[in-house]
């Protein structure tokens, strides 16, 4: 796989199923627009080719209509998505929105008429909306923000408090202008609607916004309007509600502690709606060691059980848990899919469950569930296949103190010795998984074997695997890492001579430790997005008010102690600093002030900033971007390891 080859990525997103009609959006990088292109696509259960639907500029999110006869979706123009309908058996869209910032994702009432969104809606005279007058200001003319919380503003989306995140219904049938069913004082998510058609739930800040927290619970909102109500007290945080046809309520969220917060398995929770108007005290119904649920959608009944896909150890699992469960561990959970695969997305109509599993070799295809039977639909990524990809195989072995890692080594063709890059994943609560990784399959095709594993503060091997690096970046970790490279390096086709570092984020932060406290084992490191300096990380980070004390202490001098720019002056080996000018949430001082101290030190270093980009370049930014780093990492590495 090429840099260029990033347009052959066909990327399914959650499908949608009713009876024989079975839709996802595909989406793919445009390099010559600089965009990303998506329509629908139809596939076929009985297991004919599947087709493109709609052609649209950017068509995503479907959902069906609960008596099958209509579609609604996002058809976006530049980057404002607009609710659009049409009939299932095929016809002509209409529009049903005209939001100055775009509609959120559709779910349809019972009824089968009416619509629920989300959307952002901005103070007058920001972001190209008119003030008083009707002029429309510059976004530099525009009057200044008044900030008094710690949560104003989010990496890849930007300010929040100047454009809250509002409920909206509208009719499809007669939408008019749909006014929002929230106020400007919470930024609301995940709307789901209750049986009846009646209220809806939603996931909103704790205290309705009025509090500076990481927590959330869920309140009832009137479909007609009115206010708020809390429905479910939340042990820590919500997310992706669903409500059931007899009224229980289940939800994935942590359980967590402030200002512990961090590394703390998603559990799937159950609660039944309050009827004396106390907000109700859920159960969790998965055990907190074992169990790290997806958030990717909500959690679907099947039969007497509950639809939820689970991290666990590098696998995306589809896993079924029961209704009357009490913390269930993972291993009392039925597996449906999920051997060697990641699933990203599913959904469920009556005895029948699709899925986006993605492989790897695949970022996703459909796959229908019908009994014991086992379908693959579609054949997205032969595009991508056919480019050359490389396989992948599975690296276990053992941390110095005797605990297991587990991790993979894509390998390049031909017989080597090859050159090696030790690539660490971000979060650090996050993971490498089963699916296509482009990375990897770049830098293998260019010729590099790459290993990477998910070490100890990784997710998906037990909420203490979690754990194991709180208060302690840069420890077992390192451990970890080090030992997988050290089992690669085992064999013969792999020279060990010719070895770089790289990652992003947390994987940059590990790169610049490495680079500092084992520089002997590399030739080069390239670190991305990174944090180096605990200290104005604090106060710069969108996430820096709480992220740092929990991950490493409040304590100064810990801080210090725990900042790879602390140890710059031990960097010897050339150091690549690359950053997005745009990052909010390891924002660019960072890579200034490590570039700085290294240059101040002699150390042979450069620094490539990406104009516009935020901290999800590499998966999400422009696609000309994208491709222009790939291209730029390839030609440090022919520098630096040949």
């Excluded at 512990?260 to 907190?288: F, M, Y």
Aim: net charge negative.
């Amino acid at each position: 796989m090429r840099p260029s080859d990033l347009e052959l990525l066909a990327v399914p997103g959650t499908p949608a199923l009713h009876g024989t009609l079975l839709l996802t959006a595909v989406t793919t990088p445009d390099l010559g627009g600089n965009t990303y292109r998506g329509s629908l696509w139809r596939a076929a259960p009985d297991g004919g080719a599947a087709r493109q639907w709609t052609h649209g500029e950017r068509d995503t999110d479907p959902a069906i209509s609960p008596d099958g006869r209509w579609v609604a979706f996002l058809r976006a123009s530049g980057d404002k998505p607009q609710l659009h309908v049409m009939p299932a058996d095929g016809g002509d869209a209409r529009r049903l929105t005209d939001l100055p910032l775009g509609a959120g994702a559709p779910v349809w009432a019972p009824d089968s008429r009416r619509i629920a969104f989300t959307a952002r809606l901005p103070e007058p005279g920001r972001y190209g909306t008119p003030v008083e007058d009707g002029e429309v200001l510059d976004p530099d003319a525009e009057a200044p923000r008044r900030i008094t919380r710690y949560d104003y503003r989010l990496d890849n989306v930007g300010f929040l408090r100047d454009r809250p995140r509002r409920l909206f219904v509208v009719d499809a049938t007669d939408p008019g202008e749909p006014e929002p069913l929230t106020d400007d004082q919470a930024d609301v998510s995940d709307p789901a609607w209750l049986p009846d058609g009646s209220a809806l739930l939603v996931v909103a800040p704790r205290e309705w916004g009025g509090t500076d927290t990481e927590e959330s619970d869920l309140y009832l909102v009137p479909a007609e309007g009115g206010e708020p109500v809390l429905a479910v007290r939340t042990a820590g945080s919500a997310a992706k509600p669903a409500v059931f046809a007899d009224g229980t309520v289940c939800f994935y969220g942590p359980e967590f502690t402030w200002p512990h917060i961090v590394a703390r398995n998603v559990g799937l929770w159950s609660a039944e709606l309050p009827a004396d108007g106390e907000p109700a005290k859920p159960r969790r119904l998965t055990d907190p060691e074992s169990v790290y649920c997806m958030t990717d959608v909500p959690p679907a009944p099947f039969r007497d059980e509950i639809l939820v896909t689970v991290l666990n150890r590098g696998a995306v699992e589809l896993r079924a848990v029961p209704r009357d469960a009490d913390r269930a561990p993972l291993d009392s959970l039925d597996r449906l899919l999920g051997d060697r695969s990641a699933v990203r997305s599913f959904a469920v109509h009556e005895e029948r469950i699709a899925a986006v599993v993605a492989r790897p070799d695949s970022s996703g295809e459909v796959v229908l569930l019908d009994g014991r039977s086992e379908l693959v639909l579609t054949d997205f990524a032969k595009p991508v296949r056919e480019s050359g990809l490389r396989p992948v195989e599975e690296l276990t072995t053992t941390a110095p103190d005797g605990y297991p890692v587990h991790g993979w080594l894509v390998l390049p063709e031909g017989e080597g010795p090859h050159p090696v890059l030790l690539v660490v994943h971000g979060g650090p609560f996050a993971a490498y998984d089963w699916g296509l990784f482009d990375e990897a399959q770049v830098y293998a095709s260019a010729g590099y074997a790459v290993v990477m594993g998910n070490p100890r503060g990784s997710a998906g091997y037990g909420e203490s695997h979690g754990q194991a690096i709180v208060h302690g970046m840069g420890t077992v970790d390192v451990d970890d890492v080090l030992a997988l490279l050290d089992a690669a390096l085992e064999r013969d086709d792999l020279d060990s001579s010719r070895v770089g570092v790289m990652g992003g984020s947390y994987g940059g932060f590990m790169t610049t430790w490495l680079a500092a406290h084992h520089g002997s084992r590399f030739r080069a490191a390239w670190s991305e997005r990174a944090v180096n300096a605990w200290d104005s990380f604090t106060g710069s980070s969108d996430i820096g008010w709480f992220f740092t004390e929990a991950y490493v202490g409040a304590d100064p001098a810990v801080q210090r102690e725990r900042s790879p720019l602390t140890y710059a002056s031990q960097i010897r080996i050339p150091f690549a600093v690359v950053h997005s000018e745009h990052d909010w949430r390891c924002p660019v001082e960072q890579a200034q002030r490590l570039f700085v101290e290294l240059k101040r030190n002699g150390t042979e270093v450069e620094m490539l900033l990406f104009p516009g980009e935020g901290h999800e370049l590499s998966r999400s930014g422009k696609p000309r971007h994208r491709r222009q780093r790939f291209e730029a990492i390839l030609e440090w590495w022919s520098r630096h390891l040949g």
